[in-house]
Structure formats: structure tokens, C-alpha cells
């Protein structure tokens, strides 16, 4: 949530079509392909196309694209920390986004229409305790701390979400892209 000068509380993410949290930064083992094209806030280059990357404790250690990987190098380049993960949000493929089949080529709108990744900065929002938090605090919790938070969309009807908690119990979130929770 945020605080406008008025002093109206507002949440900064138009229109919340997604359930979201901030993973642990050091615990993120895989490989992601991305399903629609990378659009990033920031113009670094051509928009990648058939992203993907390879994360080990976290951090990206390989990655790729059919076109655009400059813009890949240079989000890199950028900011070392972008390399990790900050927010990881499920969305149902029944939003109005997702539904309507555009990529609107705007981060804001296509992170409403599929599960999404993001790289870079952690929502500190998402934490049980709020308070303000010093960089050191944050990177120690898990949570990662950048300059930079790029979403790159990851939903399709191939996407399973296992959930597996805390007492070794694993429970299906999500099974070819439909919520059954």
C-alpha cells in the first residue's frame, strides 16, 4: 500500500488480477520460459522474445532468447541483484485480461492476464511484520533488494503450481493453468 500526498491510502497495482508474494531469493532452483514477450519498464534494447532462464540458489545463471537477449544483458548489467527473483504471483486464467488474448505490451496490464516472475526488488509489503526495514534486514529475511523489478509472464494451460509446506505436505495450486484451490 502506498500513501498519496492527499494521504489517501492506495495500492499501486491497476487492477489486481493476481495473488502475489515475494519468494525467498536464495531458494529459487529451475528453469522458466517465458510465454509472452519480456516488456520492460525500462528501455534497454529489443523486447526479448522466447525468454528463458536458469536460476540456482536463486540466482539466474544462464539465460537466453530468441531475440532481445541484449536486453537481457543489459537489465544485467544494470543491477546485480536483478538477477534474483523479488515477486512470484498467480493468476487465473479467467481474469479480463487473460481472457481477452491481447499482450498489451505494457508490464502493468500483462501481469494481470498470466502468472508472472519478476526480477528484482522484493515487495516488502508482503512480509507478516511491516516496519521499515534497513537493506541488510531485508537481504537476511530472503527478500531481495534491487533498483530494478521486471515482470516477465509465465502462465499458460502447461503451467502446474505445487505448493509444498512447511511439514513436507505438497497441495496443488494450480494444475494446466486453472486454479483448484
Not at 531469493?25 to 517465458?34: E, I, N, W
Not at 526488488?121 to 537476511?140: C, P, R
Request: glycine share 8%; hydrophobic share 40%; aromatic share 8%.
Amino acid at each position: 500500500m502506498h500513501t498519496a500526498q492527499t494521504g489517501d491510502v492506495y495500492a499501486a497495482n491497476l487492477p489486481t488480477d493476481e495473488i502475489f508474494t515475494s519468494p525467498d531469493r536464495l531458494k529459487v532452483d529451475g528453469r522458466v520460459t517465458l510465454t509472452r514477450p519480456f516488456v520492460m519498464h525500462q528501455n534497454l534494447g529489443s523486447i526479448p522474445i522466447n525468454a528463458w532462464f536458469e536460476f540456482s540458489e536463486g540466482r539466474v545463471i544462464d539465460y537466453g532468447a530468441d531475440e532481445g537477449k541484449d536486453s537481457l544483458d543489459a537489465l544485467f548489467a544494470r543491477d546485480e541483484r536483478a538477477r534474483y527473483l523479488g515477486e512470484l504471483a498467480l493468476v487465473d486464467p479467467h481474469s479480463p485480461f487473460a481472457e481477452s488474448g491481447l499482450t498489451f505490451f505494457n508490464g502493468l496490464y500483462d501481469e494481470n492476464a498470466a502468472c508472472h516472475l519478476a526480477l528484482g526488488a522484493a515487495y516488502v509489503d508482503t512480509l507478516k511484520k511491516s516496519g521499515d526495514y534497513s537493506e541488510e534486514e531485508l537481504l537476511e529475511l530472503g527478500m531481495n533488494v534491487s533498483s530494478i523489478h521486471e515482470d516477465m509472464m509465465i502462465g499458460s494451460s502447461e503451467v502446474d503450481v505445487t505448493a509444498v509446506c512447511n511439514d513436507g505436505r505438497r497441495v496443488e495450486i494450480i494444475k494446466n493453468g486453472r486454479f483448484l484451490i
